[in-house]
Nanobody, 125 residues
Framework: QVQLVESGGGLVQAGGSLRLSCVAS????????MGWFRQAPGKEREFVAA????????YYADSVKERFTISRDNFKYTTYLQMNSLKLEDTAVYYC??????????????????WGQGTQVTVSS
């Protein structure tokens, strides 16, 4: 089992920045890809970014490229999502996910076995 705890969400004005953190515990050695997804009210959960825990290869949704950066600190079992130039449409609950499956599609939420409880990000005008 892997437990994930997100933090760092909050209220920020458009154009501002936030950094989300996801701390993993338990069988962390089994995780292969760490991902961030988000879900806005009335919408489906959507892919934001992911990173291969081993070699650090990142993946991004087109909507956040050039604005968001995903990184990881394997010694701290922590994955980060640095969010810059935030827009109103970035408002959502952000979830951290982990998959233990090698070769899993990082863009699909069905690839992820473990999820955190989510952290709210609200961008105001």
């Amino acid at each position: 089992q892997v437990q994930l705890v997100e933090s760092g969400g909050g209220l920020v004005q458009a154009g501002g920045s936030l950094r989300l953190s996801c701390v993993a515990s338990g069988r962390t050695f089994s995780t292969h890809i760490m991902g961030w997804f988000r879900q806005a009210p009335g919408k489906e959960r959507e892919f934001v970014a992911a990173i291969v825990r081993g070699d650090g290869t990142p993946y991004y949704a087109d909507s956040v490229k050039e604005r968001f950066t995903i990184s990881r600190d394997n010694f701290k079992y922590t994955t980060y999502l640095q969010m810059n130039s935030l827009k109103l449409e970035d408002t959502a609950v952000y979830y951290c996910g982990a998959t233990t499956v090698w070769g899993a599609d990082a863009y699909l939420d069905t690839s992820y076995t473990y999820w955190g409880q989510g952290t709210q990000v609200t961008v105001s005008s």
